[in-house]
């Protein structure tokens, strides 16, 4: 079985769940399952796409249950969510298009570098632990198998710990989202304490229209990084 690795999606630097990523690498070579490492930088390009679907109805659905409700918006959303055109059917025709294209590029990564297939990909669910109530930023490394169509389910491998909490980044910041995913690690904007007992998770992904192997592979990971004898195989 072979399992690719994304370890960044160009949009936002993975904190300390980095390190649990690291970790099941690790395990999984250590069990004799073969890891290649995949350069993800059109990544990015799935997240620019997913903003202008989000957008596409302008929201007003959302916000006309909101005021029939008189619930308000969370502070997270009351910045960002507001109510705008609804896209025309050229508009969604175009949307639509990219999409596929899209799509047809990441064909590619489903390979390896002799032309071996590779069964399912491992990498970060957020860019950052499970933080306090509205302050969650990235959903690029959800959102993007949105767009992709790519069946992803989510494994828990450990807990934060005090030692997770040691740790820094110095990497260049790549951007807007970038910045305020920073922010959540900053110990001048937030105490890292509150991340203690946390889960840290690793998420997997397969191939469109092939669930089952997503199944089968996940049931292969995670009996490995919980040390199970499983011989369980694709």
């Known amino acids: ?5 994304v370890w960044r999606d160009g949009v936002t630097e993975p904190l300390p769940v980095r390190r649990v990523l690291e970790d099941t690498v690790g395990t999984l070579k250590a069990k004799g399952i073969e890891v290649v490492y995949v350069d993800a930088k059109s990544f990015k390009d799935c997240q620019g796409l997913a903003n202008k679907f989000f957008n596409v109805e302008g929201g007003n659905y959302t916000l006309d249950i909101l005021e029939k409700t008189g619930e308000p918006l969370i502070p997270w959303l009351a910045t960002r969510l507001k ?8 508009r969604l025709r175009d949307l639509q298009a990219q999409k596929t294209q899209l799509q047809d590029s990441f064909l590619e990564i489903w390979k390896t570098a002799d032309g071996r297939s590779i069964d399912a990909f491992i990498c970060p669910v957020a860019p950052h632990p499970v933080p306090p109530i509205d302050r969650w930023n990235g959903v690029s490394y959800t959102v993007s198998f949105v767009i992709l169509d790519y069946p992803a389910a989510v494994i828990p491998v450990r807990s934060v ?9 110095d990497m260049e910041v790549l951007g807007a989202w970038d910045k305020v995913n920073r922010e959540l690690w900053n110990k001048k904007t937030i105490d890292r304490n509150a991340y203690l007992g946390s889960p840290l ?3 997997v992904f397969g191939p469109r229209l092939q669930e089952r192997k997503l199944w089968d592979a996940m049931v292969v990971i995670e009996s490995t990084i919980k040390g199970s004898a499983s011989t369980a195989k694709l």
């Open 161 to 169: 710990t005090e030692e997770d909490l040691e740790e820094d980044i």
């Open 1 to 5: 079985m072979v399992i690719g690795v």
């Open 83 to 90: 109510r705008k055109k609804p896209a025309t059917v050229d």
């Open 201 to 203: 998770s690793i998420q």
